[in-house]
């Protein structure tokens, strides 16, 4: 999981000389989102709101403009990218 987290963020260094480097556009900076699932859920909806609460802090740390709820906003505004609900 590190390294796959360490390639996203544009950690180039740790990279020469092994077979991706070569096969890796490192002028593009990708960001990570790390979402945690520890807890005990009993419902469906329990997720759902575990996942939402963190998208919030994570939209407030990112100083993007926030939607209200996935649940009755039409779309998600995360790190610029849209996500409709299905």
Do not use: C
Not at 45 to 58: A, C, G, H, K
Request: net charge negative; charged share 30%; glycine share 6%.
């Amino acid at each position: 999981m590190y390294a796959l987290r360490s390639l996203f963020e544009d950690s180039e260094e740790l990279f020469r000389g092994l077979d991706i480097h070569g096969h890796w556009d490192w002028s593009v900076k990708n960001p990570v989102v790390r979402l945690s699932f520890d807890g005990k859920y009993n419902e469906p909806e329990d997720v759902e709101r575990r996942v939402l609460d963190q998208l919030t802090i994570i939209e407030r740390n990112a100083d993007l403009p926030l939607v209200a709820d996935l649940t009755t906003g039409p779309e998600r505004n995360l790190l610029g990218v849209r996500a409709v609900p299905a």
